[in-house]
């Protein structure tokens, strides 16, 4: 058995959709806090766990029976760290043989990226469990592009501090097929491999807005900003000084070329290029609506 958490998300939506599609696939559990928001898949069973990550005894009850397990990162919290290494516990306690984790680009103890250094100490706590682990270390989301940007009078602005740093931007459709494609494959072949999963090209900001430009036809231009500039323009938005943190340290993480990898995961593990973030964004209007207005 296959269990996903995260499918009432996007990306574990998506996973999880390919998994019931794969012909002749293993049975699939759907762990999620609200049932009621979960995903109807022909042969899916969904089983709760309202207290989440945070919850060890019952997200280890909500694991028992599963052979593998598709542990997608917690949303953005103050006690992030925490909820991943009960996570991490409860898998092993229920007895869970294999896990994929969903990590980030760069994990690393000195990351500049406050997020980056989180999934580090994750994935330094999965391997101490013994477990069979695959790591997928995901680059920055194409889809994320459009959200960088800000309307002013008629244009885009991406106002940030990433100097003239380079990402590879990554399709979650292309994280999802990655995903599905780990989880299936039960040989030994991905065992305590960790994978950088990105897109096909790494771009800077600026060449991330004239992409927006071309596929949008909003103006869009990339404005860099120090870091004073980058926390005295996202601090009003009222949000805790921890998340303000994360927003700007991706950005410096950018700038000091810790999101420049590229890899040939997608192709290797899919069968297919990676898509470019064009493509992307040509396939997905909806990530960019709000921009044009």
């Given at each position: 058995?296959?269990?996903?958490?995260?499918?009432?998300?996007?990306?574990?939506?998506?996973?999880?959709?390919?998994?019931?599609?794969?012909?002749?696939?293993?049975?699939?559990r759907?762990?999620?806090?609200?049932?009621?928001?979960?995903?109807?898949?022909?042969?899916?069973?969904?089983?709760?766990?309202?207290?989440?990550?945070?919850?060890?005894?019952?997200?280890?009850?909500?694991?028992?029976?599963?052979?593998?397990?598709y542990?997608?990162?917690?949303?953005?919290?103050?006690?992030?760290?925490?909820?991943?290494?009960?996570?991490?516990?409860?898998?092993?306690?229920?007895?869970?043989?294999?896990?994929?984790?969903?990590?980030?680009?760069?994990?690393?103890?000195?990351?500049?990226?406050?997020?980056?250094?989180?999934?580090?100490?994750?994935?330094?706590?999965?391997?101490?469990?013994?477990?069979?682990?695959?790591?997928?270390?995901h680059?920055?989301?194409a889809?994320?592009?459009?959200?960088?940007a800000?309307?002013?009078?008629?244009?885009?602005?991406?106002?940030?501090?990433?100097?003239?740093?380079?990402?590879?931007?990554?399709?979650?459709?292309?994280?999802?097929?990655?995903?599905?494609?780990?989880?299936?494959?039960?040989?030994?072949?991905?065992?305590?491999?960790?994978?950088?999963?990105?897109?096909?090209?790494?771009?800077?900001?600026?060449?991330?807005?004239?992409?927006?430009?071309?596929?949008?036809?909003?103006?869009?231009?990339?404005?860099?900003?120090?870091?004073?500039?980058?926390?005295?323009?996202?601090?009003?938005?009222?949000?805790?000084?921890?998340?303000?943190?994360?927003?700007v340290?991706s950005?410096?993480?950018?700038?000091?070329?810790?999101?420049?990898?590229?890899?040939?995961?997608?192709?290797?593990?899919?069968?297919?290029?990676?898509?470019t973030?064009?493509?992307?964004?040509?396939?997905?209007?909806?990530?960019?609506?709000?921009?044009?207005?």
């Amino acid at each position: 058995m296959i269990a996903v958490t995260g499918s009432t998300g996007v990306l574990g939506g998506r996973v999880a959709r390919r998994l019931a599609a794969a012909p002749g696939g293993p049975p699939l559990r759907l762990v999620v806090r609200d049932p009621g928001r979960a995903p109807a898949l022909p042969g899916a069973e969904v089983v709760a766990a309202p207290g989440g990550y945070a919850d060890g005894p019952g997200l280890a009850a909500a694991l028992t029976g599963v052979h593998t397990l598709y542990l997608v990162s917690a949303a953005e919290a103050e006690d992030r760290l925490q909820q991943h290494l009960s996570a991490v516990r409860a898998a092993a306690d229920a007895g869970v043989q294999r896990v994929v984790y969903t990590s980030f680009v760069g994990a690393a103890p000195d990351a500049a990226f406050t997020l980056a250094r989180q999934h580090a100490a994750t994935e330094e706590a999965l391997a101490a469990t013994g477990v069979r682990a695959t790591v997928l270390r995901h680059g920055m989301y194409a889809d994320f592009v459009p959200f960088f940007a800000t309307r002013e009078e008629g244009r885009a602005v991406i106002a940030a501090p990433g100097g003239q740093g380079r990402a590879g931007f990554v399709s979650r459709d292309d994280l999802a097929e990655v995903g599905a494609a780990a989880l299936l494959d039960d040989s030994p072949a991905l065992d305590g491999a960790v994978l950088t999963v990105t897109g096909p090209q790494a771009l800077t900001l600026a060449e991330a807005a004239a992409v927006l430009t071309e596929v949008t036809g909003v103006p869009t231009t990339y404005r860099e900003q120090t870091v004073e500039e980058a926390w005295a323009t996202r601090r009003p938005s009222g949000h805790p000084d921890w998340e303000v943190e994360g927003w700007v340290s991706s950005y410096l993480a950018l700038a000091a070329g810790e999101l420049a990898e590229v890899t040939d995961v997608v192709p290797r593990l899919t069968g297919h290029p990676a898509r470019t973030l064009a493509e992307h964004l040509r396939a997905h209007p909806e990530d960019w609506a709000a921009l044009r207005g």
